[in-house]
């Protein structure tokens, strides 16, 4: 098992910034890929960034691209997901995820472990 605890919501302006964490606990959280997701109110849960188990590979929705980056810290057991330049469209509750794959997956249903989320507003 695996447990996750996003932090780091909250309410922005329009390209502003926020940094959200995951912290994780249980098994060898390092040996994973990690994957962030959002969904927003009507739509459905959608891939944000992930990343590889030694944080050599990162992987962008195009949405996002050149706007966040996912980071992860093992010895911590954290990932980070540094926004930048956020738009009104970004506002959405935002999920960290692990999947026991191999191989990166942007598929919901391939992550087996999910934190409770935390919300994150942009005005505009």
């Known amino acids: 098992q695996v447990q996750l605890v996003e932090s780091g919501g909250g309410l922005v302006q329009a390209g502003g910034s926020l940094r959200l964490s995951c912290a994780a606990s249980?098994?060898?959280?390092?040996?994973?890929?990690v994957g962030w997701f959002r969904q927003a109110p009507g739509k459905e849960r959608e891939f944000v960034a992930a990343?590889?188990?030694?944080?050599?590979?990162?992987y962008y929705a195009d949405s996002v691209k050149g706007r966040f980056t996912i980071s992860r810290n093992n010895a911590k057991n954290t990932v980070a997901l540094q926004m930048n330049s956020l738009k009104p469209d970004d506002a959405a509750v935002y999920y960290c995820a692990v999947t026991v794959r191999a191989t990166v997956s942007r598929q919901r249903y391939d992550y087996n472990y999910w934190g409770q989320g935390t919300q994150v507003t942009v005005s505009s």
């Open positions: 249980g098994r060898t959280f390092s040996s994973y890929f």
């Open positions: 990343i590889s188990w030694s944080g050599g590979s990162t």
